[in-house]
């Protein structure tokens, strides 16, 4: 592996190349030198981390080659993600969607256990089952609503039972930078409207946004802080799906007549994944622990970022 200038400390990480992990790759490697443990797909070039692929029958080495390389944490982010597809496994405990999400975590969580190596491991809001949210850190999940919640919640208590000084973090709903293989809330309201389409904007569900920079900065203070445990990584505020895309249609000037009441139970026809009523996160704990040094946006002010950082057609 390359060297690093000495004087910016040290990141593993895994998932580099997906939605979350890009967008965290990009702000963190302003600060730290990123070692990016892949599975098949490495990080963009942009991200600037030296690479290490790591195979499946391989979890191990990869740890012990991160603390070779003097990392201060490793930062599990990947995971399989998509939610109807996981669906499809649902029960396979000798599935690959069971694997990613609950074996491969805690194949890394007990190797950095073995290293004294700092794990943190990034969960989702998925892990409730939705009927008495929003929820706080110290609200214990049961059962979730669909095989990707309960796979991930499965992953957290997996990880906790090998390693119990490692820290769990729930993102909910992530926004921001666009990825190419994945279109959150906002660019999904923004494409639709702008083509003159309806968006149907679920009102009997609560989510809590939560904007991607800020789960950067969030897993960064988790790295280099020694809590242990869940912390929530939720946007600072609690609303409908509905109520977001009127946010999204007013801040980038958008029809806002297009955006269309909708339900849950809408949504999740035509065989999709069931998803969680009220799902929404509150984010005490860290900000507690940190103070004033993290503070997580609001949806409109976090909107109104990203429109600030989209570029405007030539006239």
């Known amino acids: 592996m390359s060297a690093v200038p000495d004087e910016l400390p040290r990141l593993a990480l895994t998932g580099l190349s997906g939605f979350v992990g890009t967008s965290v790759g990009r702000q963190l490697t302003k600060r730290f030198a990123l070692l990016d443990l892949y599975h098949r797909t490495p990080a963009g070039s942009d991200i600037g981390a030296i690479t290490l692929q790591m195979p499946d029958d391989a979890v191990a080495d990869a740890v012990t080659a991160a603390r070779d390389w003097s990392a201060g944490a490793l930062i599990n982010i990947g995971a399989a993600a998509d939610v109807d597809a996981c669906e499809r496994e649902r029960g396979d405990r000798a599935g690959s969607v069971y694997r990613a999400n609950v074996t491969i975590p805690q194949e890394l969580a007990r190797a950095c256990a073995t290293h004294g190596l700092r794990f943190v491991h990034v969960s989702t809001d998925y892990v409730f089952d939705g009927e008495a949210g929003p929820y706080r850190e110290d609200d214990v999940p049961t059962s979730a609503a669909n095989w990707y919640g309960q796979t991930k919640l499965d992953g957290e208590r997996a990880i906790l039972a090998v390693n119990p000084a490692a820290a769990i973090a729930r993102p909910s709903l992530p926004y921001g930078e666009a990825h190419p293989r994945k279109r959150d809330i906002v660019r999904l309201v923004r494409s639709r409207l702008s083509e003159g389409q309806t968006f149907g904007g679920v009102v009997d569900q609560l989510i809590t946004p939560t904007w991607l920079g800020d789960i950067a900065e969030g897993l960064a203070a988790l ?9 929530h990584l939720a946007g600072a505020t609690i609303l409908s799906p509905y109520e977001a895309a009127l946010i999204v249609a007013r801040t980038f000037g958008l029809d806002e007549r297009l955006v269309q009441p909708s339900t849950l139970a809408a949504l999740t026809q035509a065989g999709r994944a069931p998803r969680p009523r009220l799902p929404a996160l509150w984010s005490e704990r860290l900000a507690r622990e ?13 909107v109104g970022l990203l429109r600030d950082l989209t570029p405007r057609p030539s006239p």
């Open 223 to 231: 790295a280099q802080h020694d809590g242990a445990g869940v912390y």
């Open 290 to 302: 940190l103070g004033p040094a993290y503070r997580p946006q609001g949806f409109a002010e976090g």
